[in-house]
């Protein structure tokens, strides 16, 4: 994996203000490795303006101008206008999590609509949030509606569908069962950095899926960029070092993810994945031997 693709990812994360785009083109350059960032960026620019004049529009043949019209008005500009829908047919292809395809396409999976949502909408001059809601990523409006709430919940992956607190609380039983109990907090504007990492974390799943791990393990170095602490990373990074018979890299991480993990409590479960790993470990170590 080129040290300047996790390079670029970091610094397009940490650049100042709120978009998401260019961390989002520099992900789509794991399955288009010569992607130009600009033109699309051009793309989303133009987008924006035209989104901004079919709002400016709405409002004039409504007379009303509050941020529901405005949602109202700018779905009719993504949804109807430019024909962006969800990718139902072939939702785990992994060009779904690839913002140029994307928008070339006009499908998508739930976060990369989100992620076109909120970067037209921006361009626009809506405040949209997104909602790292478990199972389906959604947006927000986050200005108090009349009716008290939190603001208006939107699901770019269903045509721009305004959903109700009722509403997202059976989507959660729906993607996750009674594991996850609802409440607000589930609503909450997500960070920045909560988006690119479960936009990698979905391209990550879907890789291993279908055991493409060369490609997972670039997703992996993507998501140690960003999230250098994050243990599981490490240990996933050394598994499919292991799967790709590249026994350095793999007994690096892997020692080092287990001296790292001893050090904190843990579970049953915990223990045993400990254990699972340290075997695979004197695996590795036995064909180093073999070697010398």
Known sequence: MRRDLADALTAASNAPGVGLAPAALVIARIEYPKLEMEPYLDRLDRMGEAARLRIERHFEETGDSSSLNAIKGFNAYLFDDQHFVGNREHYEDPRNSCLNEVLDQRKGIPITLSLVYMEVGRRAGIAVDGVNFPGHFLVRCPEVTSRGSSGLIIDPFHGGALLSEH??????????????????????????????????????????????????????????????????????????????????????????????????????????????????????????????
């Open 167 to 292: 509403d997202c609380r059976l989507l959660l039983q729906k993607h996750v069962g009674a594991d996850v109990a609802f409440n607000k907090s589930l609503l909450a504007p997500a960070t920045r950095s909560q988006v690119v990492v479960r936009m990698l974390l979905n391209l990550k799943r879907i890789y291993v899926h279908m055991r493409s791990f060369p490609q997972a393990r670039d997703v992996t170095e993507l998501l140690l960029a960003v999230t250098p602490s994050a243990l599981s990373e490490l240990r996933d990074r050394g598994l499919l070092a292991y799967h790709l018979n590249d026994v350095t890299a793999a007994l690096r991480d892997l020692q080092t993810y287990l001296t790292l993990a001893s050090m904190s409590e843990m579970d049953k479960e915990q223990r045993e994945e400990h254990q699972q790993i340290w075997e695979h470990v004197k695996t590795l170590r036995r064909r180093v031997a073999a070697l010398n």
